[in-house]
């Protein structure tokens, strides 16, 4: 899956990264807890959150992670958005919740994030 | 000369917007060093989750990085209120952070873990009432 079906999927808005939509994404979290996605994570990860806060990207930068969906409307301020785009990390936002919006793209064939390790 | 690059590194307690400005310094220095990705993340990851526990839970401190061919060796200083039971503060899920905290997203007691799981040594030394020094090696 490339981050451009994530955002059909999702009925998405690109906030920065439209040269990114052809990047594939292999797996998805969705978290609120930024220590549980540093805990789980693995390559190539789209991660779907409700927080919106500087140190979602920053978390995202830590972990690889190639694209950022924030759910239930919230869009990020300027100065987050322009953070995930010097660190070449896409940044959508759906006006869909957390549930259905993971459902979607796992029904979709996307797989969890967790590691078993 | 030795053979050892230090860097060093100041954590405002201060500003919450600003947590992670060093873990991310750091990742891209070790990055155009050509440190192999499994060793940037182990850092990254290590680094981070020190720093936002430096923020967090203390008011800020000071970071130094020793970079050997053989490790990297990361040591968190801080003169925050010191942890009182180290071994509870390990266990994945312990957490004491605020509401407020929680809304940020952290305080989901698992950065203590990560680190321990993340790095190849970690040692905290803590005295209450006058701070905690967390070192951490990773093997290179
Ligand atoms: N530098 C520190 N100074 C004082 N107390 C600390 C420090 N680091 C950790 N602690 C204590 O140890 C507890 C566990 O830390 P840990 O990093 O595992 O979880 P957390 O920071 O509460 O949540 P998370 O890391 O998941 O966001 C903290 O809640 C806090 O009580
Ligand atoms: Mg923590």
Redesign the pocket.
Known sequence: MTIGDIKNYLDAKVLTGDELLDKEVHTACGCD????VLAFVKDQAVLLTGLCNPQVVRTAEMMDIVCICFVRGKIPSDDIISLAKDRNIAVLATGMKMFPACGILYENGLAGGASSE | MSDKLRFHYEVSGEDFTRAGEASSDLKAKLKLMGASPEVVRKVAICMY??E???V???CG?VIDVTISPADILLE?K?V????PDIEK??Q?G????SEN?RSL???????????KKYSDEMKID?VLGV??T?TMRINM
Request: aromatic share 4%; no cysteine; charged share 10%.
């Open positions: 807890m930024m220590s549980d | 989750e020190g936002i526990n430096m967090i839970h203390a401190g968190l801080d925050g209120p010191g942890i503060a390990m994945e312990y957490s004491t952070a905290i997203g952290f305080g989901a007691g698992m950065g203590l873990s990560n680190m803590t701070g905690t967390v």
